[in-house]
């Protein structure tokens, strides 16, 4: 047995249910380097792949000579879309991606062609010594032309508009007090530290395993087997370590290139990126431009809200559809309003692919309207929080979907909580540096610096939405050993630092307790087992913790009727004499509702999810640069399941939100990327993370597992408009784009 | 499955908490040529050269061409894969690890470079199944998530104290700065590195 | 690729004389990122860890600092600071502690990118390089000279930077550098001022704004005519932003990914004031203590 042994190291077993701080069942393997990552994969036979990618964002491809690369040293095979044994193309919405690009690219760094060699450098140099015969077309950079423009042209034969979601209701845009906004959000990057990697074996039985960091093995799977040419059941994937994920690794990246390579030459082939070719391998945040009316009384309530979003969802669809629901349903936040016109619109230019990340069409529209928020606060002479306090929604309201909020949406209290806060000291002259904007580079010692407050609130549907069949599955099993009852659990769920091992196995503490069960192996996921759906959309352990939680019921309910039957044995004995007892159970939520493809009307969403930030920030107001002071965070999250791993969720989500506020953008110039490094795409380190204050509440929401409700996402909502509005505050100008570059402060 | 792959996988399997070592490449040695002229210097490589680099505590010779960086030889060679690539560029702080106890960048210096010196990597800070205090202080903080910076971040911490313990909180941040955390562990880190260096809350 | 690996200064010039192409090797930190992206590929490295003499600083007779051209970073701000403050400054801010525990100001002289942190504290400073080849031996290059354009220096092919030379403070001196967070950034610019009370001038040096990093003349000879270096008076509004532009105008930024060349031209003049305030301030304060 090869699982994780989630016995804890200072054995207070009984202290490992759900709502205690249990820890992570990998934490020592993580801490002594022995935690196996994609990367980290090694077979003594195997051999390396690498990718040729087109320079260009758009181009026609004349001819393709793979003849240099082939009579290199050490290469074993060549391969361009002639090669592709099935499908030529795949996609998480729309089968329409080129595994290897056919007869034109489409975006700077679309994978053409594919090398496998037995050195990595090698079967690089051996890439590059492709020769490609490129006609270099017109590039489809911008979003609007391309949504708008007749005369643009096409990039996909369908149109340039992948999707475009209104959603109306009622009547009235007309109000005493209107106050409008064009925003602006750039592209932002998972960035997530374990570039993509995995390693493709070649089976007997003429499929492939492959060893691989995703955050959904079967829809990696279902996508990979039709362009292998191979029945589903051919191409088994098992979860390899994951370092980070927030979104990327859900379309894919190299899957289906090293199981082609690794059929190919008969070898294991492994394929890791570097960090330049991350950048290109995976989708980003889609970056967006949005329009906004927002009308009201003169005492602040709203009337009217009026939005256009516009996604640039860049060369291939990705789940760039679902991004666009998001944007459109969640258009205006979570406040009352009855008379809505949104137009969320996703469209297709010759940008790098966007698609998933941490928030998923939320964040882009939380931006805006909460700006908008704060524009009508000072139109009607309220503050941030009493704005927001009069037109929260609670239990009972509806969405401008229509859909009614049935479970404890408390935001009214939220920030009412949030505002009392006590704030952080003035920071003065004199000061550390590195308590200063600019920090140790001792740009300033406190002249200029200015300091500001701002407020955001998000809400972000858990789960997935709009009618999609979403479930997890899961397999418990409890057998006897020397030391008591033993459980096994078994899901295909990615684990991809959120902690879900440790709460999967506080789940089958917690339900299988009266089975004297205290020890639980967790088997490695992989697609032995049914689906578990994605580790996204803030939904795992709602949906695989649902379904550990449902077979471990099943399990328990077996056990109580041999129990029953035979009063007189412990439960050690009876699971002795007649175990191993199995379950195997699918989990789903309630179903969901398409949303109107005219009115937007459906209850399109599972659950919601709100979370409210303040942030405090000093700016030193004459070079643009921002120290963020202090962050402080109240969520509800239904249900702690554990409470030092969802702080964590809420730190991480926070610093990414800020990262988004104040630094970090995929610069992308005439359809090319200018900083496809960490030395140019900046994330935030830990001089850059300020101290969190933090609120946690728990409203059950009487549909899901425990109460619980997802929390990785909302948090990165809300960040960015706190900080945004914080800057504001300091500087009093009107920044409508974020990330906030300097000069936008310092030369408006 | 699982059996075909742990008898398959001769380095490392997914998940699994044992390393098997595996067998040494063989490729013909490079060598090194004496000097030439009185005052002309040792010249190695071009092609592939044996160098003896002393980690953990272990001399371990391998064959690498001068131009493989210490992160390379360490994860390649010597199948210490706990050591990190996120960036090769200097700049994630993924691949720290102690070079005669000071903390460097292994992707930002040649393996050849550090011969004769003593080389620490995660895989080398427990005493035996003893952890070492950093690392049971970053179990205890949950100071990870995803768990790739965190073989970087316990040895950076690690050099941090050696360089003199920091006095404040503020004085920890400065220190670890130079180590990127995607998941954003960082106040966690801050809380697991005080907890080492006694700096109160 | 060879690796050349002298255990002795001559050596080091030696294999220079013999393999113009052979690029040095010190801390690594900037020629490995170059190596492992395969920005070049160099016919040799030429390690120079081993040559002790690098390492090391000294005072001369005539009182200057002479540095090694290996003393890295940290060494630099843990043991000079007293003396260099403002290049300890600048050195504070290089990459990482990782970095600075390995990276040189030898090898900041050596990849001569405009960005450089060390640059401007050299220049305000008059630092002078000292560069040896085999055949005719060392050149003192005075720092001015010694940048000729992006990543481009004054090293002929068969010389090694040895060390820098340069006077020990006699005043205050204050480094400042922008950048979009709060650690690990590469300077959008950055700025160093350096008062020579003795000689009744001040020094500038500016970084990352012109293809190569530079002093700001015009600045200096404004102070220089201005300066009441006998009074104890704060600094004039009027004086500090004529500085600052005068400073600001000797910059021949560029837009690029990390910034503008408009805000590039705006923040030298806010770095060169505030810089220029904190220095005479210090200074104000020594001379009311002399007095």
Not at chain 1, 534 to 562: D, P
Not at chain 1, 660 to 676: C, F, I, T, Y
Not at chain 2, 93 to 108: P, Q
Not at chain 3, 120 to 132: H, N, Q, T
């Amino acid at each position: 047995m090869t699982g994780i042994d989630t016995r804890a190291a200072e054995g207070a077993r009984s202290a490992q249910g759900i709502g205690q701080s249990a820890p992570r069942p990998d934490g020592v393997l993580k801490v002594t380097g022995e935690f196996a990552y994609s990367s980290d994969l090694w077979l003594d036979d195997m051999v390396w792949g690498a990718t040729l990618r087109s320079p260009h964002p758009s181009a026609l491809i004349r001819s393709i000579d793979v003849g240099p690369a082939l009579a290199m040293p050490g290469v074993l095979a060549v391969l361009t879309h002639e090669d592709v044994p099935g499908d030529p193309f795949y996609g998480l919405e729309r089968r329409h991606q080129p595994v290897l690009a056919v007869d034109r690219v489409r975006y700077q760094g679309e994978p053409v062609a594919l090398v496998a060699a037995d050195h990595p450098e090698r079967a690089r140099r051996a890439a590059a010594a492709i020769v490609v015969d490129y006609e270099v077309t017109e590039a489809v950079t911008d979003a609007r032309r391309a949504a708008f423009d007749p005369a643009c042209p096409r990039v996909h034969e369908e149109g340039n508009v992948l999707r475009h979601q209104p959603v109306r209701t009622g009547s009235v845009f007309e109000a005493p007090v209107v106050v409008s906004g064009e925003y602006e959000v750039g592209m932002q990057d998972q960035a997530f530290l374990g570039p993509e990697s995995g390693l493709a074996v070649p089976a007997e039985d003429g499929g492939v395993d492959l060893y691989i960091a995703t955050q959904w093995l079967h829809v990696d799977r279902d996508q990979i087997a039709p362009c292998l040419g191979l029945p589903a059941e051919k191409v088994r994937l098992t979860l390899a370590g994951v370092g980070g994920a927030f979104g990327a690794r859900e379309d894919l990246s190299m899957q289906v290139h090293a199981c082609m390579l690794a059929l190919r030459t008969g070898r294991p082939v492994k394929i890791v990126y570097g960090r330049e070719e991350s950048f290109f391998g995976h989708v980003h945040r889609h970056p967006a431009r949005m329009r906004y009316e927002h009308g009201a009384t003169r005492d602040g309530r709203l009337v009217y809200v009026k939005a256009e979003i516009l996604l640039d969802g860049g060369a291939y669809c990705s789940s760039s559809p679902a991004v666009v629901g998001n944007a459109a349903s969640l258009g205006v936040g979570p406040y009352e309003v009855g008379n809505v016109a949104v137009d969320a619109y996703g469209v297709y230019t010759n940008n790098p692919p966007c698609g998933a990340m941490r928030g998923f069409g939320a964040v882009q529209a939380c931006f805006a309207y909460e700006s908008q928020m704060d524009l009508l606060a000072e139109a009607c002479g309220l503050s941030p929080v009493e704005i927001r306090r009069r037109n929260a929604v609670s239990q009972g309201s509806h969405l401008i979907t229509g859909q009614l909020i049935d479970a404890p949406a408390p935001l009214a209290d939220m920030l009412t909580e949030l505002e009392s806060f006590p704030l952080p000291a003035t920071t003065g002259t004199g000061s550390d540096l590195r308590d200063l904007p600019g920090g140790v580079s001792q740009t300033t010692r406190g002249e200029g610096v200015r300091r500001g407050v701002g407020y955001g609130v998000g809400i972000k549907n858990i789960c997935f939405s709009e009618g999609f069949d979403d479930y997890s599955t899961a397999r418990v099993r409890v057998e006897a050993t020397p030391d008591g009852p033993h459980a096994l659990v078994h899901t295909a769920a990615a684990e991809v630092g959120q902690g879900l091992v440790t709460v999967q196995a506080q789940i089958a503490r917690t339900e299988l307790a009266e089975l004297g069960v205290e020890e639980v192996t967790l088997v490695p996921a992989d697609t032995s087992v049914g689906s578990a759906g994605s580790s996204s959309a803030s939904r795992q352990s709602y949906m695989t913790g649902g379904a550990v939680k449902t077979a471990c019921e099943a399990v328990r309910e077996r056990f109580r009727e041999l129990a029953a039957g035979h009063p007189g044995l412990s439960p050690a004995e009876l699971v002795e004499r007649f175990g191993p007892l199995e379950e195997t159970r699918e989990y789903r939520h309630r179903p969901t509702r398409p949303m109107d493809p005219l009115t937007g009307q459906g209850d399109s969403h599972t659950q919601l999810a709100l979370c409210v930030h303040r942030a405090v920030v000093d700016v030193d107001v004459e070079l643009g640069l921002v120290k963020v002071v202090e962050l402080a965070a109240v969520q509800d999250v239904g249900r702690v399941l554990n409470l030092l791993a969802l702080e964590g969720q809420i730190h991480g989500g926070s610093a990414q939100g800020l990262g988004l506020a104040l630094m970090e953008e995929v610069q992308v110039v005439d359809g090319r990327v200018r900083n496809p490094s960490f030395t140019d795409y900046l994330i935030p380190t830990i001089l850059d993370m300020p101290p969190m204050r933090m609120s946690i509440l728990e409203n059950a929401d009487p549909a899901a597992p425990y109460g619980l409700r997802g929390a990785g996402e909302p948090p990165t909502l809300s960040s960015t408009p706190a900080i945004a509005a914080a800057v504001r505050a300091a500087t009093g100008r009107p920044l409508p784009r974020v990330p906030i570059r300097p000069q936008d402060i310092a030369l408006p | 499955m699982e059996e075909d792959a742990k008898g398959r996988f001769s380095r490392r399997q997914v998940l699994a908490a044992s390393t098997a070592l595996a067998a040494a490449t063989t490729v013909a040695p490079g060598g090194a040529r004496p000097a030439a002229a009185g005052a002309a210097p040792e010249i190695v490589g071009p092609g592939e050269v044996r160098v003896a680099l002393r980690v953990n505590g272990q001399v371990r010779e391998t064959l690498v061409e001068p131009r493989v960086t210490l992160l390379d030889a360490l994860r390649e060679k010597l199948d210490l894969t706990g050591t990190k690539k996120g960036c090769d560029h200097g700049e994630c702080g993924a691949c720290t690890v102690l070079v005669d106890g000071v903390r460097v960048k292994s992707c930002l210096t040649l393996a050849i470079m550090r011969e004769g010196a003593e080389i620490t990597t995660i895989e080398g800070l427990a005493d035996g199944s003893r952890l070492h205090p950093m690392q049971v202080a970053f179990l205890e903080r949950d100071a990870f998530q995803c768990g790739f910076c965190t073989p970087g971040q316990i040895l950076s911490a690690v050099g941090l104290l050696k360089e003199g313990r920091p006095r404040s909180r503020d004085e920890i941040r400065e220190g670890m700065s130079g180590n990127l955390c995607r998941c954003s562990a960082y106040p966690n880190i801050v809380d697991a590195v005080a907890d080492v260096a006694e700096v109160p809350r | 690729m060879e690796f050349l690996r002298p255990q002795t200064w001559a050596e080091a010039l030696a294999a220079k004389a013999e393999l113009p192409g052979a690029v040095p090797i010190q801390g690594g930190t900037d020629v490995m990122v170059e190596i492992n992206f395969d920005v070049r590929r160099p016919p040799a490295l030429l390690d120079l860890t081993r040559v002790a003499e690098l390492a090391r600083w000294s005072a001369e007779p005539d009182g200057r600092l002479r540095v090694g051209a290996g003393v890295p970073y940290a060494r630099v701000i843990s043991e000079l600071a007293d003396r260099l403050p403002g290049l300890a400054q600048a050195a504070r801010t290089v990459g990482s502690p990782q970095i600075r525990n390995r990276g040189t100001v030898g090898g900041n002289l050596g990849a001569a990118s405009p960005a450089g942190d060390s640059h401007p504290p050299l220049l305000a400073c008059g630092a002078v390089i000292e560069v040896e080849s085999a055949a005719r031996g060392v050149r003192a290059v005075p720092a001015e000279e010694f940048y000729l354009g992006v990543k481009r220096n004054a090293l002929e092919p068969d010389e090694l930077i040895k060390a820098f030379v340069t006077p020990v403070a006699g005043g205050p001196q204050y480094f400042s550098k922008v950048g979009t967070r709060n650690a690990m950034v590469i300077a959008v610019c950055s700025f160093c001022v350096a008062l020579h009370p003795a000689e009744r001038r001040a020094g500038t040096g500016i970084g990352s704004a012109a293809p190569v990093p530079l002093r700001a003349l015009a600045a200096e000879e404004f102070l220089a005519a201005e300066l009441d270096w006998a009074g104890t008076a704060p600094l004039a509004p009027a004086l500090l932003t004529r500085f600052g532009e005068l400073v600001g105008a000797a910059a021949a930024p560029i837009d690029d990914v990390r910034g503008t060349a408009a805000y590039r031209r705006h923040a030298l003049s806010v770095l060169a004031r505030r810089t220029l305030t904190w220095a005479w301030n210090d200074h104000r304060k020594a001379a009311e203590r002399c007095a």
